[in-house]
Structure formats: structure tokens, C-alpha cells
């Protein structure tokens, strides 16, 4: 079992909805939980990072962090084209900094 | 500069031949860390510094990896005698040194070994 597992995908959304992504995570003693956006062709973009459970917005974007089901998620409220792209859900374990991948979930936002 | 700068951007070698990968972290940030990403995978950790000091070189494949950070700020992976398998992308990352500060990344190296 992988330690960090994402849905590959890909979502797919119209215009305007929300995306909805999810991550499960192997170690529970992880502590903190990353999303990045990478673009193709591109490196991975920071979006969003939680620490504690419950919910953390940013704007459109909100992190959810749920540890006794070991699980963390992004929502993507009124979804635009340009957020069409691979999210990666990134762990980080106890006091390694050594940061573990999911392999990505390809979301596309549909006009 | 305000973001991480790798170079180059695209690196095509033969097999056999030695490369060497330059990353520059953000100013000011101590962790330092080299991923390699092959297409269509997350990346894959490789090796992490703080300041000078190379803490994890757990990821790196073989013993012709090696990278280094003499003056706790540039650093440089060099792969010798490369081989086709190690054609990938190759992503720096910094962060500040407190445990669950986020990573910011650099545009990334693209290998091609022929």
C-alpha cells in the first residue's frame, strides 16, 4: 500500500462547480498535509497547507484535514478553466521533512 | 531572486557522460531539498540539506548520485556515468528550517539521456 494515495483521475467538472479532491495518508503520525498544482510541463505550485483538523480556506480553495480517518481534501469552489491541472496531496511525517507523494489526481474544468 | 533558480532548464547527455545540476534556494531558507519527478508520477524524494550539512541522502538510486551544498546555499546534483533510466525531471525545493514549513520549488531540470 502506497503511503500517500490519490484517485488518479481525471475529474472532470464544468465550468463554475466545485472539485472535489481527496488524499489518504498510510502514518498517523503525519503531521503536516501540502497541496500543490502542477501544471504539465511545469513544477509543483503551493496551494494550500494544514496543520490541524477541520477546515482552512483560501479564497476559493479550502483544505480539509480529517486525522482519525487519515484522510485530507481540497475543494475547488466555482472551478475555472485555468485551474485544469494535476493536484498533489504531499505528507509530511513526525520530524522527517522528508516529504511523501501522491501521484496526483488530473482535474480538468470544462467551459 | 525571489523564487528557487535551477539551471539549466533542459540537459540532454549521452550515456555514460557525468552532468551536474545547479539549484539556488530562496534567500534565507536553510532546507534544501532534490526530488526527481518521471512523467506522470509525484515526485520522488532524493536527498535533504540543512545548511552544509546533507541530513538524508536515503533517496538517492545508486552511488553515481551525488549532491552537495558546500556553503549552505547553492547546491549541485551530479550524476555520473548516467544511464537512460535516469532521464527524469529533476525538482529543488527550499523551505525555512522550522519542522512543517511548506517547500517551494524551482522550474525544475529536464534530463534526457540518449
Known amino acids: 500500500q502506497k503511503e500517500v494515495e490519490q484517485n488518479s483521475g481525471p475529474l472532470s467538472v464544468p465550468e463554475g462547480a466545485i472539485a472535489s479532491l481527496n488524499c489518504t495518508y498510510s502514518?498517523?503520525?503525519?503531521?503536516?498535509f501540502f497541496w500543490y498544482r502542477q501544471y504539465s510541463g511545469k513544477s509543483p505550485e503551493l496551494i494550500m497547507f494544514?496543520?490541524s483538523n477541520g477546515d482552512k480556506e483560501d479564497g476559493r480553495f479550502t483544505a480539509q484535514l480529517n486525522k482519525a480517518s487519515q484522510y485530507v481534501s481540497l475543494l475547488i469552489r466555482d472551478s475555472q478553466p485555468s485551474d485544469s491541472a494535476t493536484y498533489l496531496c504531499?505528507?509530511?511525517?513526525?520530524?522527517?521533512?522528508?516529504?511523501?507523494w501522491g501521484l496526483g489526481t488530473s482535474l480538468a474544468v470544462n467551459p | 531572486g525571489a523564487g528557487v533558480s535551477q539551471s539549466p532548464r533542459y540537459k540532454v547527455a549521452k550515456r555514460g557522460q557525468d552532468v551536474a545540476l545547479r539549484c539556488d534556494p530562496i534567500s534565507g531558507h536553510v532546507s534544501l531539498f532534490w526530488y526527481q519527478q518521471a512523467l506522470g508520477q509525484g515526485p520522488e524524494f532524493l536527498t535533504y540539506?540543512?545548511?552544509?550539512?546533507?541530513?538524508?541522502k536515503s533517496g538517492l538510486p545508486s552511488d553515481r548520485f551525488f549532491a552537495e551544498r558546500p556553503e549552505g546555499s547553492v547546491s549541485t546534483l551530479k550524476i555520473q556515468r548516467t544511464q537512460q533510466e535516469d532521464s527524469a525531471v529533476y525538482l529543488c525545493?527550499?523551505?525555512?528550517?522550522?519542522?512543517?514549513?511548506?517547500?517551494?520549488f524551482g522550474d525544475g531540470t529536464r534530463l534526457s539521456i540518449l
Open positions: 502514518d498517523r503520525g503525519s503531521q503536516s
Open positions: 494544514i496543520y
Open positions: 525545493a527550499s523551505s525555512l528550517l522550522q519542522l512543517n514549513q511548506p517547500q517551494h
Open positions: 540539506f540543512q545548511n552544509e550539512a546533507q541530513l538524508d
Open positions: 504531499a505528507v509530511n511525517a513526525g520530524n522527517n521533512r522528508k516529504l511523501i
